[in-house]
Each structure stands twice: as C-alpha cells, then as structure tokens.
C-alpha cells in the first residue's frame, strides 16, 4: 500500500482564487482527518470523517472552507476564495476508528497565497 | 475542552546526553496519550502509545496522572533523533486527535 496519498504536493495561487486539495485515504482505512500545519499554531484539526459522515468540522476556520468526502477512498478540502493566511501544510490523514490514536498521515500538500 | 501543551518549541542536546521533551495536557476525563515524530522529509508518524509502556528507538514515556504529563525521554540521544515531536491526545469518546504545537529536536554531534 502507498499509504495516504495526497495531491497536489505544492500549490502557489494568488489571493482570491480557489483551491482544492485532494486526498486517497489507505484502503480498509474508515476514518479520515484534515489538518493544517503552521509553524504559529501546529497541528491543527479542522474536520474528522468517519465512514464518510463528517463527524466534527468545529476546527474550520470559517465559511471559505469546505470539506467533503463523496467515498471511502476519496475526501477534497476546498478553499474558496484563498487568503494569505491560508499559507500552509495541510495534512490528510486516515485510521481505523476502532484503534485509537494511530493516524497514518500523508506527505501533506504545502499551499502558498500570494 | 482538551488542551496539549508543549512549553519548548526548540530544544538541543548533544549527542549522548539525555533528552527530555516535555508534554502536559488537560482533559477532565481519562485521556489517552501518544507521540508522534516526523523526521526530515518524512511523514507524520506514531512513535509510541501510553497504553503500551513500550520502548521506541529508546524512547520512553510515562503518564503521570497527577503531574497531568506525558513527557517523552531518552538516555542517550543519538544524531539521527533530531526531529519535530508531537505530543497528542484522545478522549475516551472522540476518536480524533489534539495534537501540541510541537518541539523541533536537534541532536549536536
């Protein structure tokens, strides 16, 4: 298994445009988290599937963000419009809600708004 | 509400000394704690559980109940520990992850 697969792996885009970020979660796998990374902040939360239902997206910054997950083997995380605060690493990661804890996480995508 | 402190963003040792990355938490209930590391260029990935009082690459971590920690140790670090160390947290309820802020590890020769 490629384990999570993330895409793209870097998006520049200039302030006001749309981004989506894409993730495959691993096969088997019936959770699936989005975080963002910021070097202020960490490791944030922003939204938790579990077998496809969005459980908890109180992590969402706001409006401009949408996450959804049509699949099991499939989750987009939109930005629409972008901002420059929005620069940063976003993580897909995916588990197995019957084991706690243990997240297999993707290479990230880095997004940077100009 | 569940919190993850990780008061040293930096922290240096060199090589052969001890290390300790400190880790403190709050929730009301009975938390379940980890570590996780990401080396260079690497991913995001489960270093060790509580649960399991296992030893990781030398690493250990206890959880200490009273103290409300979780810190992460190790006798003698070694060059290829240099990393950033997440400490995170799981309610018994809720199956996600609060993760700190993090603590970039690097190991002087």
């Known amino acids: 298994d490629a384990g999570v697969i993330q895409s793209p792996r870097h998006e520049v885009t200039e302030m006001g445009q749309e981004v989506t970020l894409r993730c495959k979660p691993i096969?088997?796998?019936?959770?699936l988290f989005w975080y963002r990374q910021t070097m202020m902040r960490g490791l944030e939360l922003l939204i938790y599937?579990?077998?496809?239902?969005?459980?908890?997206d109180s992590g969402m910054p706001e409006d401009r963000f949408s996450a959804k997950m049509p699949n099991a083997s499939f989750s987009t995380l939109k930005i629409q419009p972008s901002e420059p605060r929005d620069s940063a690493v976003y993580f897909c990661?995916?588990?197995?809600?019957?084991?706690?804890?243990?997240?297999?996480f993707g290479e990230g995508s880095r997004l940077t708004v100009l | 509400a569940q919190r993850v402190t990780q008061p040293e963003k930096l922290l240096s040792v060199f090589k052969g000394a001890p290390v300790e990355l400190k880790c403190n938490y709050s929730y009301s209930g009975s938390p379940e704690l980890f570590w996780y590391v990401q080396y260079s260029r690497q991913r995001l990935q489960l270093l060790l559980r509580h649960i399991s009082r296992e030893s990781i690459k030398g690493f250990t971590a206890d959880l200490n109940k009273g103290e409300t920690s979780f810190h992460l140790k190790k006798p003698f670090a070694q060059e290829e520990d240099s990393a950033m160390y997440y400490c995170?947290?799981?309610?018994?309820?809720?199956?996600?992850?609060?993760f700190g802020s993090g603590t970039q590890l690097t190991v002087l020769p």
């Open positions: 599937f579990n077998n496809n239902v969005p459980i908890d």
């Open positions: 995170a947290l799981s309610s018994g309820s809720a199956r996600q992850l609060t």
């Open positions: 096969s088997g796998h019936n959770s």
């Open positions: 990661a995916s588990g197995t809600s019957g084991i706690v804890g243990e997240l297999f």
